[in-house]
């Protein structure tokens, strides 16, 4: 009934404005070809319906017809049953070009075939029409992944080659589903290859079907926010918005436009303390910490009081372009003159002393750290691994065990936490020579090792491919009574099965169940993983039993999408 409707109203218009017709336009087949002063538009009727409605709709006489402008824009409401390209002026390929039986053997052959499609598709030995491939895709419209494929398939076969109708429709197909978001990256691919197939006209208004459907459900939520009219903000908006503009300015490197921005607007909008740190640290950013001082002495004159965290940031700044004197100096500054705001923390310190010890100045270091321990200011297990490592890092460890020795002497003798800090920065360096002599040394001093020590060294002899380290370690802590725990077992099992010591790891994962030991689930995957690959069937039976009391499938199933989800998101940012 819907193309009776629009056939009725094509004769009716053109008995009440004939005007708006002309008897220049070409009837082509099944196609009214219709033309106005713009470009050529064709109206071309769905094949499903030639056979149906169409067939009695029209009169024998066929009379041409062009309508304006404004009738053409009346077929965009009837898109379920027809539909509008630019096309050139030439023959349309219509139905009966392609033979109902060639349709009907290849849709039958793609649906029962899913699996080896394409095997089945070359061993008809059909020749590819685009008519025939856009038949197929319209009765594949919604399978959208099986008529990729076989729009895929197509374009590979020799002789064959698609025209544009053949991408509308494939594109058409793509763009229309429920999965518009994930199928959209395929239309870009299908565009992308039309355009190194040298199909360099793409029609405008398929581009504009594309962006309609993939922007439709984002349309939305704007839509709903232009119907709040009335919006509170408890401050000043104007400032507000400026300083987002000028933290993104500087945060794309782009301090000097910032600056240049915010002096010629402060004597419109009144800038606050946050607005001068956004400078501030835009500066310390791109390693001009002189400017930045600069913004940070206006900041001072205008009586807004910088945070400890400022002056950090400016101190870290001049520590990393080199000019230690610099730093030193406003360090000083803080020191003696700041406020009670921006006093040093431990976090100062810690940044002043790693620098002034990486270059060699380590009396001043030293110094430092006395002025630190006698104003109360002591550090924390974050500040304690930051200076460690420093010295570490700088090759300075007799530095560091200096360092130890002043915190003992101030009456702030290092505890185990501090001992696992250093550990772990030797261990994490691979210095093994250094970390038992560490480990001696808290031996020697009466600090009992921790199952976190041991666990470390364990680590770390495996890292460095000497299994037989590991053991020695294992069996220092049955001497020392230390009980290994889950973490000794896990990193034990993964150690062993890396240096091909299968034998010995499946006795460890016997322990594990024997003990009754929960092992965290990334580890256990791991292990079923690696036990599946020398097909010990066995221990995966056992070991699946014993953790079926602590996991059940939905756990099992929820990691399993994480992990898919972590190695998607990974791979998206390699594409990157």
């Known amino acids: 009934m819907g193309m009776r409707r629009v056939c009725a109203f094509l004769f009716s218009a053109k008995r009440n404005c004939p005007s708006s017709f002309s008897a220049s336009s070409i009837v082509l087949g099944n196609s009214i070809i219709v033309r106005n002063a713009g470009p050529s538009f064709s109206y071309t009727p769905r094949i499903m319906l030639l056979n149906g409605c169409c067939s009695n709709c029209l009169p024998k006489s066929s009379l041409p017809l062009t309508c304006s402008p404004g009738i053409v824009a009346y077929f965009a409401t009837i898109r379920c049953y027809c539909y509008l390209s630019a096309v050139p002026e030439q023959t349309i390929e219509?139905?009966?070009?392609v033979g109902d039986s060639n349709i009907d053997k290849v849709y039958a052959t793609v649906m029962d075939s899913s699996i080896d499609m394409e095997k089945a598709l070359d061993q008809l030995g059909l020749e590819l029409t685009t008519g025939l491939v856009v038949e197929v895709l319209g009765k594949l419209r919604f399978e959208e992944k099986i008529a990729f494929r076989f729009f895929m398939w197509a374009g590979h076969q020799q002789n064959y080659a698609h025209e544009p109708s053949a991408y509308n429709a494939m594109i058409d197909i793509l763009s229309n589903t429920k999965y518009k978001v994930k199928q959209f990256r395929i239309v870009c691919d299908m565009l992308d290859y039309m355009k190194r197939s040298n199909k360099n006209v793409v029609p405008v208004e398929v581009l504009l079907t594309i962006l309609r459907n993939y922007t439709q459900k984002y349309l939305t939520h704007v839509q709903k926010f232009a119907k709040k009219k009335r919006i509170r903000v408890k401050t000043q908006p104007e400032i507000n918005a400026f300083n987002l503009l000028l933290d993104?300015?500087?945060?794309?490197?782009?301090?000097?436009?910032?600056?240049?921005?915010?002096?010629?607007?402060?004597?419109?909008?009144?800038?606050?303390?946050?607005?001068?740190n956004i400078l501030f640290f835009g500066w310390c950013r791109v390693r001009k910490p002189t400017r930045g001082m600069k913004v940070l002495e206006e900041m001072i004159q205008l009586g807004h009081t910088p945070d400890s965290f400022t002056y950090n940031t400016a101190i870290d700044a001049y520590c990393k372009a080199g000019r230690v004197t610099e730093a030193a100096e406003l360090f000083e500054f803080m020191r003696t003159k700041g406020s009670t705001m921006s006093a040093p923390t431990a976090k100062t310190y810690t940044i002043m002393i790693v620098a002034l010890i990486q270059n060699n100045r380590i009396?001043?270091?030293f110094k430092l750290i006395g002025h630190m321990i006698n104003s109360g200011c002591l550090p924390d297990v974050s500040?304690?691994?930051?200076?460690?490592?420093?010295?570490?890092l700088a090759g300075k460890l007799d530095e560091a065990y200096r360092f130890l020795q002043e915190m003992g002497n101030k009456g702030y003798p290092p505890d185990i936490v501090t001992y696992n800090c250093f550990l772990k920065v030797l261990c994490e360096n691979g210095k093994s020579d250094e970390a038992l002599r560490l480990y001696r040394r808290m031996i020697e001093v009466g600090c009992l090792p921790s199952v976190q020590t041991y666990n470390m060294l364990i680590s770390m002899f495996f890292e460095m491919d000497n299994p037989d380290g590991a053991f020695e370690t294992w069996h220092e802590m049955c001497k020392r009574d230390c009980a290994q725990d889950i973490d000794t077992y896990s990193v034990m099992i993964d150690g062993l099965f890396g240096c091909n010591k299968v034998d010995d790891a499946c006795i460890l994962i016997e322990e594990v169940v024997n003990k009754g030991m929960k092992l965290p689930y990334k580890m256990l995957d791991s292990i079923l993983m690696k036990l599946s690959e020398i097909g010990d069937l066995r221990t995966i039976h056992k070991l699946s039993e014993h953790t079926r009391k602590f996991y059940n499938p939905s756990m099992a199933r929820r990691f399993s999408l994480n992990e898919k989800r972590k190695s998607m998101s990974f791979r998206g940012r390699k594409k990157l």
């Open 363 to 365: 009396d001043e270091g």
């Open 94 to 97: 219509g139905r009966n070009d």
């Open 248 to 276: 993104a300015m500087c945060k794309c490197c782009l301090v000097e436009d910032a600056e240049t921005m915010f002096k010629r607007m402060k004597n419109r909008v009144k800038p606050d303390a946050n607005t001068y």
């Open 383 to 392: 500040t304690y691994k930051e200076l460690i490592e420093g010295m570490c």
